[in-house]
């Protein structure tokens, strides 16, 4: 819920953020907002996979959830492409404003994925959970990489 803003930041002549940025509440409640990308429970003991949701939640139909997965999906891409960038970028004068955009992407993108979570039922959730909640922890560790990157040099 809250203020979800749109934004398209250009780097270096493209476009490198179109996901949304949490509202600062939202921010907050996921640790967004100082960075502290810890594990949110997961719950490992369910099998793997996304059946067909027949049951979003309320107010979220089958499409609607597979629209709003696909641009998380998308939101994924984008931030982990500004990940490697600013890894290119280490040690250069331009390491600093990409590592920005990446972890900006990389809110928006988090954001985005708690706000779907969020708005589900517990059943949806869980198959949510489970066909992205990995490639939403691959991204805090990718981004914690660019982190240290930063202190090391």
């Not at 990308?37 to 490992?44: I, S, T, Y």
């Not at 589900?120 to 939403?136: F, I, N, P, V, Y």
Request: glycine content about 8%; charged content about 30%; overall charge negative.
């Amino acid at each position: 819920g809250g203020d979800a803003v749109r934004c398209a930041t250009a780097a270096r002549g493209r476009v490198s953020c179109t996901g949304r940025i949490a509202a600062p509440a939202v921010a907050q409640r996921f640790a967004i907002a100082g960075l502290d990308f810890g594990c949110r429970p997961f719950d490992r003991t369910e099998t793997r996979g996304f059946a067909a949701a027949s049951a979003p939640g309320p107010g979220l139909d089958p499409d609607t959830l597979k629209k709003r997965m696909d641009e998380i999906n998308d939101a994924f891409t984008e931030a982990r492409d500004e990940i490697e960038s600013a890894m290119e970028a280490v040690g250069t004068t331009y390491f600093d404003e990409d590592a920005e955009i990446a972890r900006e992407a990389v809110e928006s993108t988090l954001a985005m994925y708690y706000e779907l979570c969020e708005s589900l039922d517990e059943e949806t959730k869980g198959k949510t959970q489970r066909a992205m909640g990995m490639k939403m922890e691959q991204l805090k560790a990718e981004w914690s990489q660019v982190e240290h990157a930063h202190d090391d040099h």
